[in-house]
Every structure is written in structure tokens, then in C-alpha cells.
């Protein structure tokens, strides 16, 4: 099983202020997601990063996938409450299967 | 458009009775299926996964059973629930897309399911 860590576990911000969350591990992904996910409802995929040191920008929000495709980041600027909710990374080898890390929750303050 | 619907959205059973949550996928053919569990505010626990009609992979040992019946059906299932059975039950479907070797699942979810064991 390929073990993601997610850090920081909680966060918590106030609007306007920009925040990063990290996601590390020693084995390498052929790609690696992003999700959000709000209280009650299912994870949405943002983002899908697959070539080393690939970086992609979804409005204020900036992925980018490690040289060695072990790690990401999530970066969010001018952070607004709408951003708040859970944040989740996972990868995959090659298979059907998705190790997920254990998330990091975010709250942004008005 | 692909669509992902599971039911009931919220459910109260007492310790020891039966369990069916349903997860039905429209707009894609021959999905990957999943099934996780969530605790509160955590990150997702996979149950159990499927590769095409009558094809289960278990993930975790427990009092829980998948079965699908047809390509875009997927059910869990319990005889008897037990306590910590309690939790936030998630389906969700992918397909691969890219190269051999640098292949993607990315996975789309359903609203969930929240099971409160009494």
C-alpha cells in the first residue's frame, strides 16, 4: 500500500490570507489528485497532475506535482471562505486503485 | 454527461439488522466501481472495488459484502450491523484515460451515505 501524507491536518486562515498544503511520499505516482470535499457531500475532483514538476493553475488555486513524483502542493491565494472544506490527495500506481491521504481541513474566516 | 446516484442519503438501523446501499452510475460504460468509508472529517477508506459485472475485490475483512448485478449497479451489503459500522459510505466510478505506463483513474463520487448504527 503507497502511503500519502497530508499536512497540515488543519488550517485555518482569514480571508485574503494564502495558504499551502503539502502531500508527500516515498513511493512514486503515475499521477496524483486533488479533491474537495464539503461536510455531507462526496470528494469533487480539481485537479490531475501527471508529469514530473508539472504545475497547473485552477483560478487561485496552484497544484504542482514534485520532479520525482513523489509529493504535491496545493496553493491558494487571496484564500475566501468558499474555499473552505476538506482537501484530499490521492495517487495511483497503475492500477484501478487510489491511496488516499487522511486530508487537510481547511477554514477560511470572513 | 456522467451521472452517480446513491441511496437513501441518510439511514438509522439498529445493531444486528440488515444493510443495502445502492449506487447506480449513468452516462459510461464498464466503469471501475468503489466503495469507501468515511470517518468524520478524515480521509476515505476503500472497501471494496469492481472491474466489470460479478467482479469483487475485497479491500479490509469485515461483516460487509459488494455484489454487481449488472455493469452500472453496485451494492453493499451487511447480514448484521454492528456498532462501528457507523460511518459515511461513499460510491464512486472511474475509467483510465492516457498512455500505457502513465495511466489516470481519476475517480468521481456519489453524495454518500450516512449510517448511524444504533
Known amino acids: 500500500t503507497q502511503l500519502l501524507e497530508q499536512s497540515p491536518q488543519f488550517l485555518s486562515i482569514q480571508e485574503g490570507e494564502n495558504l499551502t498544503v503539502y502531500c508527500n511520499s516515498s513511493s512514486v505516482f503515475s499521477s496524483l489528485q486533488w479533491y474537495r470535499q464539503e461536510p455531507g457531500e462526496g470528494p469533487v475532483l480539481l485537479v490531475t497532475v501527471v508529469t514530473g514538476g508539472e504545475v497547473k493553475k485552477l483560478k487561485r488555486l496552484t497544484f504542482q506535482f514534485g520532479d520525482a513524483r513523489k509529493d504535491s502542493s496545493l496553493h491558494i491565494t487571496a484564500a475566501q471562505p468558499g474555499d473552505t472544506g476538506l482537501y484530499l490527495c490521492a495517487g495511483g500506481p497503475n492500477d484501478y486503485k487510489l491511496s488516499f491521504g487522511a486530508g487537510t481541513t481547511v477554514t477560511v474566516r470572513a | 454527461s456522467q451521472t452517480i446516484h446513491q441511496w437513501p442519503a441518510t439511514l438509522v438501523q439498529p445493531v444486528g439488522s440488515p444493510l443495502s446501499l445502492e449506487c447506480t452510475v449513468e452516462?459510461?460504460?464498464?466503469?471501475?466501481l468503489y466503495w469507501y468509508r468515511q470517518a468524520a472529517g478524515r480521509g476515505l477508506q476503500l472497501l471494496f472495488y469492481?472491474?466489470?459485472?460479478?467482479?469483487i475485490s475485497s479491500e479490509v475483512p469485515q461483516n460487509l459484502s459488494a455484489s454487481r448485478p449488472q455493469d452500472r449497479q453496485f451494492i453493499l451489503s451487511s447480514k448484521k450491523l454492528l456498532l462501528s459500522d457507523s460511518g459515511f459510505y461513499l460510491c464512486?466510478?472511474?475509467?483510465?484515460?492516457?498512455?500505457?505506463?502513465?495511466?489516470?483513474?481519476?475517480?468521481?463520487f456519489g453524495p454518500g451515505t450516512r449510517l448511524t448504527v444504533t
Open positions: 469492481s472491474v466489470g459485472i460479478g467482479q
Open positions: 464512486a466510478w472511474s475509467v483510465a484515460w492516457g498512455l500505457a505506463g502513465h495511466r489516470s483513474y481519476e475517480q468521481y
Open positions: 452516462g459510461t460504460s464498464n466503469p471501475n
